[in-house]
């Protein structure tokens, strides 16, 4: 074989060796630029559930606690019995606040439901989970038995949480927040507002003036806000065990 003609066929050889390693590591390349673009687009969607979950989570954990905070007082401390023995200042604040956690919550749960088409906790069983413990809270409130004593259908808590709830002006903010205390209270001298909650009224009124009454749908209602609290905190970072004692039957 002249040498010319081997110089060519190793070259030819060289060039197509180079041509495949060149070609495998543009594919690898690839394959490696692909992994990092997935894992961070993973990362970032993980960083993005957990702000998305922060702004929900702390706002109906805080109400959460907030209500079974009063329940726990109401059943074991007759908070309302003390206050009513009082001052017409302080059975006013008894019964408006008394009334205020219960409506804050339930704005926080109807804050919830109008979002939810943008609340992904990124487990499907975590999303089944905590629409459970809201549906058993709902199912609570509205129970025929026990007693009519701070009952509330599903369409009224409805409406109590729209009526509660406000649009945010910060458009990088949850859409709505609730109402505070001080709006409120202004609002309940407005009769349309205030109808929604005569009822739950006059059951704080029945529960303050006679110590014998049943309630136990408070007990009921109480518990299923602590299983709720349970995963909203489940290493107890903002609530501590010793605060999450539920009622004895």
């Known amino acids: ?37 997935k894992q961070r687009e993973a990362e970032s969607r993980e960083a993005q559930t957990a702000a998305l979950m922060s702004k929900y989570r702390d706002p109906l954990l805080r109400s959460a606690i ?5 329940l726990y007082n109401i059943h074991q401390n007759r908070f309302l019995e003390r206050f009513y023995r009082q001052s017409p200042s302080a059975q006013s604040y008894a019964a408006y606040n008394t009334l205020y956690v219960v409506a804050e919550f339930l704005g926080w749960v109807e ?65 709505y927040e609730c109402i505070g205390y001080a709006t409120f209270v202004k609002k309940m001298n407005d009769p349309e507002f205030a109808s929604w909650f005569v009822n739950l009224k006059e059951s704080i009124d029945a529960i303050a003036n006679s110590p014998n009454i049943k309630i136990e749908r408070l007990v009921l209602i109480h518990s299923r806000l602590i299983d709720l609290i349970d995963f909203l905190d489940p290493h107890c970072i903002r609530v501590p065990p010793k605060h999450r004692t539920r009622i004895e039957h």
């Not at 010319?4 to 543009?26: D, K, L, M, N, R």
């Not at 907030?66 to 009063?70: F, K, N």
């Not at 989970?129 to 809270?137: D, H, P, Q, V």
């Open 66 to 70: 907030d209500l079974q905070s009063r």
């Open 1 to 37: 074989m002249k040498p010319e003609v081997f110089a060519a066929i190793i070259s030819a050889i060289v060039a197509a060796i180079s041509v495949v390693i060149s070609v495998y590591g543009q594919t690898r390349i690839a394959q490696l630029t692909d992994r990092l673009t």
């Open 111 to 175: 804050i919830l439901r109008r979002e939810i088409q943008f609340l992904d906790l990124g487990d499907l069983e975590l999303n089944r989970r905590l629409s459970e413990l809201l549906a058993s809270i709902n199912q609570a409130f509205g129970r025929y038995k026990p007693g009519d004593n701070f009952r509330l259908f599903n369409g009224e808590q409805r409406a109590i949480g729209e009526i509660m709830t406000i649009p945010r002006s910060n458009s990088e903010a949850i859409g």
